[in-house]
């Protein structure tokens, strides 16, 4: 099975965002997080993002499928067949993340795996066997949110973090973690 990722930011008690939202919009993160995502080594493979069901309807309709990746949609209660012939190829449906890790380890062309959103799905899958990097947006506010990242595994260590950034009045900074061999 292949290999996948998180992608989150959080602020300095974990918070990760409130009232269905993020806490904090911070430019350069978004940009960030358009990079990690969509960038690949081999100019001729894609990568794909994980997301719960519920973040799917929250984008408007206009900017999904996030472009140039493999969207993957979690839901127990929406399967590919129920849903409207205007959704594309690059839009897929799975009812577990098990079905989804094994169908993208498939995919000759596919390069990384990124779970990008919801809280319950972040926490679900720490102890996942197959989660072998967390890539956090650290942000140093207290920004008394209401759902709750329950932090990076003792089994994983620093990558690598790039310096502290100021924008918009916030303090943040980008780190990778990677899970002990
Ligand atoms: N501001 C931002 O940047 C940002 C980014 C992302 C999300 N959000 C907000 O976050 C909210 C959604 O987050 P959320 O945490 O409430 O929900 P979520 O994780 O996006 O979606 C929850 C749904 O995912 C499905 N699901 C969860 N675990 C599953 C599993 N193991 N197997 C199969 N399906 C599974 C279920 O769908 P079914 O009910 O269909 O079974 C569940 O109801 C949105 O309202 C959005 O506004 C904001």
Request: glycine share 4%.
């Amino acid at each position: 099975m292949k290999k996948f990722s998180h992608i989150l930011a959080v602020d300095e008690k974990n918070w990760l965002g409130k009232d269905n939202d993020l806490a904090w919009r911070i430019p350069s993160d978004m940009k960030y997080f358009k990079e990690v995502t969509s960038t690949t080594k081999d100019p001729n493979k894609y990568n794909a993002v994980i997301m719960g069901r519920k973040t799917w309807e929250s984008i408007p309709q206009k900017y999904r499928p996030l472009p140039g990746r493999v969207n993957c949609i979690l839901s127990r209660s929406i399967t590919k067949e129920s849903v409207d012939s205007q959704e594309d190829d690059f839009v897929l449906y799975f009812n577990s993340i098990e079905n989804c890790i094994k169908e993208l380890s498939s995919k000759e062309n596919l390069e990384s795996i990124f779970v990008i959103w919801g809280a319950n799905i972040y926490n679900q899958l720490l102890t996942h066997p197959d989660l072998e990097k967390i890539y956090l947006t650290q942000v140093y506010w207290d920004h008394g949110c209401d759902v709750f990242f329950d932090g990076v595994p003792h089994d994983f260590h620093e990558e690598s973090s790039s310096e502290r950034y100021n924008e918009k009045w916030m303090e943040f900074e980008w780190k990778v973690y990677k899970k002990n061999k």
